[in-house]
């Protein structure tokens, strides 16, 4: 028996098409394979770093100091406003840290990973490239994502510890309206801004600059008439300890950050503040004459101030005052609408124009008040002595004065007291025309109080007990 058997077998053509497919499914699969890897290995870089962060922050933590990167480069780089020694985290930079188990590299060059360091400050950066084309950086410097105004543009002379004194911008960047001034220039590093530079537009020197903000993270010290006659709204100095005279007259001034300024001059920001919101200088312990005159603020928060000048607050007019010495004058002619003063125990203001005071511990009062709508009310628990004149210009209540010993002459000749009762148990002495003619009601005073040679007004009630 014959069987007809007819043999199938796949074209030419269908051979072709499922070869294609194959390849296809074949590369696509070795690119996502690839894929894979290559972000395992970026996750690997990025871990490597992230441990060399963890153990170098660490040693600095704990006092140290960085040292300098293997493999250095005989040539210092600069970038992000300071100047870098450029080399790899090698094999000492691993034995001086100690605490990393072994020695990172990269997965696919297994070579060191990129390691810039900064010896003034004690500042590095760790860089690694990732393979999908991105740089992944880490470091313990801020200023990493900030830009400066180029080095090449400023003037500046080199003092004998090796620093340099910013003494202003050569004539190139006159046109300079953000001003940022590095870390360092050629290596040495910036503390200070030289008096009397030519950053001024007051024609001396007369630059004519106009400068809108300025920054300079590193400046500890601004000298004299710097920067008066600008035009600057927003000065940061993040390490600023000292301003001198007239720095920053006459600008029209809207925002200001100097967390660490210690000591300002005569009439450094006069004519500079036109209705700020807001201004603190809380670590401040030394301020000069004049320095708010023709400006008007929302809130000011002073520090524990140790030296006023006479006329600090001459002619400013200012929301609340916060200040927070223990003894407080330079309040001369000045318009306050709140005075907080919750650590003074001595307190003297003339010619002031004072809305409400908060004085809780205050011991001892002198000089002249001036009168603001409405009466100032004294409710002082700890107050002993209030000097002449005190109230001579201005209205006052008085409410809480148990421990009050020394009233002076005049000292109430201004306040209407009608139909009230005041108790004074621990006075001992009471100047002339202490309080007014017209005064009624009673005043209570110790039974021990001699009071024989004063003349207390006539419809007054004395009450000795």
């Known amino acids: 028996m014959f069987y007809n058997i007819k043999n199938k077998a796949f074209t030419l053509v269908e051979l ?13 699969g070795f690119i996502s394979f690839q894929g894979y890897t290559s972000q395992a290995r970026d996750s ?6 992230k441990n060399i962060q963890k153990s170098l922050d660490f040693k600095l933590v ?9 493999n250095k ?21 691993f034995e001086e840290i100690g605490s990393l188990s072994n020695l990172p590299v990269d997965p696919s060059t297994k070579l060191a990973y990129s390691y810039l360091y900064n010896k003034n400050y004690d500042y590095y950066i760790l860089e690694t490239d990732l393979e999908k084309g991105e740089k992944f950086t880490l470091s313990n410097y801020a200023g990493i994502k ?10 500046y002379e080199e003092k004998n510890d090796g620093s340099l004194i910013i ?28 008096g009397n530079s030519n950053f001024s537009d007051s024609g001396f020197p007369g630059k004519n600059k106009k400068i809108f903000s300025i920054y300079g993270p590193s400046i500890k010290r601004i000298g004299y008439r710097v920067f008066d006659y600008n035009s600057i709204t927003k000065i940061d100095f993040p390490s600023l300890e000292y301003i001198g ?27 500079s503040f036109d209705k700020l919101d807001e201004l603190s200088f809380l670590k401040l312990r030394k301020i000069g004459g004049s320095n708010f005159r023709g400006s008007e603020i929302g809130t000011v928060s002073l520090g524990n101030i140790t030296e006023f000048d006479y006329n600090t607050f001459l002619g400013a007019k200012i929301g609340v005052l916060n200040i927070d010495s223990i003894n407080i004058t330079g309040i001369s002619d000045a318009d306050i609408l709140t005075l907080n003063i919750p650590n003074a125990t001595y307190l003297k203001v003339n010619s002031s124009i004072i809305g409400s005071i908060n004085m809780p511990k205050i011991q001892k009062i002198e000089g002249i008040f001036s009168f603001k709508s409405g009466d100032i009310i004294l409710d002082a628990p700890e107050l002993k002595y209030i000097g002449d004149n005190l109230f ?5 209540q008085i409410k809480n004065v148990p421990k009050l010993e020394h009233i002076g002459s005049s000292a109430f000749s201004a306040c209407i007291f009608k139909n009230v009762n005041i108790s004074l148990p621990s006075l001992k002495y009471i100047g002339e025309d202490a309080f007014p003619i017209n005064f009624t009601g009673t005043i209570t005073i110790p039974s021990s109080f001699d009071d024989s040679n004063y003349q207390w007004p006539e419809e007054a009630t004395i009450i000795k007990q």
Not at 73 to 93: A, H, P, Q
Request: with cysteine; aromatic share 8%; proline share 4%.
């Open 167 to 194: 003494t202003g911008l050569k004539d190139e960047c006159d046109n300079v309206k953000d001003l940022k001034i590095p870390y360092e220039i050629d290596g040495k590093p910036v503390k200070e801004i030289g």
């Open 146 to 155: 900030e830009t400066f105004t180029d080095e090449s543009c400023f003037l």
């Open 245 to 271: 005279y007239q720095s920053f007259y006459s600008n029209p001034i809207k925002i200001i950050n100097t967390p660490n300024l210690n000591e300002i001059g005569n009439e450094v920001f006069e004519n």
């Open 392 to 396: 001579a210009l201005s209205g006052c």
């Open 16 to 28: 072709v098409i499922v070869i294609v497919i194959i390849s296809i499914l074949a590369t696509i």
């Open 73 to 93: 480069s005989s040539e210092k780089i600069t970038k992000y406003g300071l100047s870098w020694e450029v080399g790899s985290f090698g094999e000492n930079n």
């Open 44 to 49: 690997v870089r990025i871990s490597d770093l």
């Open 62 to 70: 704990k006092g140290g100091s960085l040292i300098e990167p293997d």
